[in-house]
């Protein structure tokens, strides 16, 4: 064959090779909407996400701004379902794209496509990928810098350093656990032989132009006196402070199990083979940041950014290895992972009705996994017991609210305790005929009115306010209207409690109260 030819072949396989990486990207893409069953609604922080998209903003309490600018279009759009989770499933598929990219620049060919696709589509990652939440930009941006990196090892073309340092600033933008792994890059260059890159001016022109894609929000956080701080601080005692090292360490397992295997193999490859030498810094990269997120009492699904740039060198690296004499071992390995996978899909994605699965999950004994952030065990999944009777609690607030006589209907505030059933109110509000509902929990707390004219309040939450919440004491009647009875559901047992007839206090506490809790955030 001379090179004539050679090239024309190779240029058609490339073309094939290419085709077949769209195609497997397209059924990531759609898969997702025909797995969950419509019965779900959002999930509880998809509320709070889609509420952020009402208040554009450089910044908020939990976030920085990325994910608000899809959250307005879901909002332009309509918000409906669809708008909602295409989001997700559309960088999903960008995320395998650039997994597919690593493969194919190594040579990979179409074995190793199929094996780098399975943990989207039958892993945890298939649940990642369809929450409207900043979990999906947050590993996309990881896959995306470790793609520019592994690009730049391959060409040396300093206009990869650039991509490195705008996918910097945009991960920063869309979540700050992004320096988690810039931090951890940045060190595995160190260690190895790439830390010449610190002597190219490139770098440092990229860090730049990574520095002011993320300076309006960390001067909005300056401004605010660093919510992100109290955020973390909040996390870190209700939830990170029960996170056992070990348990985090099992979980790295545990989460992608139908394809753990390849992972593995990547990890393998670039840390022993002579061939994955060149890309050690990713091996690295991978240690560095698991030990950060184990230091600092991570949840186990914070390191997830990590493992499509594993997959990536896995899929090549054992498609190599079962090329000739083992290429038997294909079967088994495909066998257990789409066995595993379709066995495990009940738990990955909410492919039937709540009740069906409790009763699924009691059966097969699942249910024996679901530790909630409780720490005590329900039926369901966590998330997916986040994904029900929201609309059924806008339906009760919302009769509720309409059974006041229409004069007192425009002296009545709506207010919820948590930004989810605040979110969620919001979300069905027209449909329900509620007015704008209010909470002081997370973000909520910065669209809170400064001033205030209301008799009647109408509480949405799990207790009673006891005797030292003095804006509660200020109302002539309190009555308990309803509940809500779903014992699937997160927030089983949330009441409706209406104050009425407020007395000439109440609006000047009310204003106080919330100055200075906003005080707290103003500089």
């Known amino acids: 064959m001379n090179a004539l030819q050679y090239l024309s072949t190779n240029k058609l396989f490339m073309q094939k090779t290419n085709r077949i990486l769209y195609l497997l990207a397209l059924i990531k893409l759609i898969l997702p909407f025909f797995l969950q069953n419509s019965f779900y609604q959002p999930h509880r922080d998809e509320f709070l996400y889609l509420a952020e ?8 309490m939990e976030v920085p701004p990325l994910l608000s600018v899809f959250a307005w279009l879901t909002n332009l759009f309509g918000d409906s ?5 295409i989001w997700p499933a559309l960088f999903g598929a960008f995320t395998f794209i650039l997994v597919g990219k690593i493969i ?4 990979g060919k179409t074995f190793a496509l199929f094996l780098g696709w399975l943990p989207f589509v039958i892993d945890g990652y298939m649940r990642l990928f369809f929450l409207f939440q900043p979990n999906f930009l947050e590993v996309f941006f990881w896959t995306a810098i470790a793609y520019s990196i592994i690009t730049y090892i391959q ?4 206009s990869w350093l650039y991509i490195f340092g705008i996918c910097t600033g945009l991960g920063m ?19 190895t032989r790439h830390r010449k ?9 990229a860090a ?8 309006p929000n960390l001067i909005w956080q300056y401004n605010h006196r660093f919510p992100v701080i109290t955020h973390m601080s909040e996390l870190q005692d209700e939830q990170l402070k029960f996170i056992n090292p070990l348990e985090f360490v099992i979980s790295q397992f545990m989460m992608n199990l139908p394809c753990v295997y390849i992972w593995i193999a990547g990890l393998f490859f670039v840390i022993f083979s002579y061939a994955g030498k060149p890309y050690r810094v990713i091996a690295w990269a991978y240690l560095c940041v698991i030990a950060l997120l184990v230091g600092l009492h991570g949840k186990d699904y914070y390191a997830l950014g990590a493992y499509p740039v594993l997959f990536a060198f896995g899929a090549y690296h054992l498609e190599k290895a079962t090329a000739e004499k083992l290429k038997w071992v294909r079967y088994p390995l495909l066998v257990f992972s789409i066995g595993f996978g379709v066995y495990a899909m009940p738990l990955t994605m909410p492919v039937a009705k709540p009740e069906s699965l409790a009763k699924y999950y009691a059966y097969t004994g699942m249910n024996k996994l679901f530790k909630w952030e409780d720490q005590q065990y329900h039926p369901l999944p966590q998330d997916f017991a986040d994904m029900i009777g929201w609309k059924e609690m806008a339906e009760k607030a919302g009769r509720v609210y309409n059974s006041l006589p229409p004069a007192e209907r425009s002296k009545t505030m709506v207010y919820c305790r948590g930004y989810f059933s605040a979110g969620a109110l919001n979300f069905y509000r027209k449909e329900f005929r509620l007015p704008e509902v209010y909470s002081d929990n997370a973000s909520f707390l910065f669209w809170m009115p400064d001033t205030y004219n209301f008799k009647n309040l109408l509480l949405v939450a799990h207790n009673i306010p006891d005797s030292t919440d003095k804006v509660f004491q200020q109302f002539e009647k309190m009555t308990v209207k309803d509940s809500l009875v779903y014992p699937l559901f997160r927030e089983n047992g949330m009441r409706f409690i209406l104050y009425e007839n407020g007395n000439d206090s109440l609006n000047k506490l009310t204003e106080k109260g919330i100055a200075e809790l906003k005080g707290k955030f103003r500089r």
């Open 53 to 60: 998209g009402h208040h554009m903003a450089w910044g908020y």
């Open 81 to 85: 379902m669809f708008w909602i989770k």
């Open 104 to 107: 194919l620049s190594l040579g």
């Open 155 to 158: 060409t040396q073309k300093n």
């Open 173 to 191: 933008m869309s979540k700050y656990s992004v320096a988690f792994y810039v931090v951890s890059i940045a060190a595995g260059l160190l260690i």
């Open 197 to 205: 890159i610190f002597l190219n001016k490139h770098f440092y022109y």
């Open 208 to 215: 730049i132009i990574a520095l002011i894609i993320f300076l």
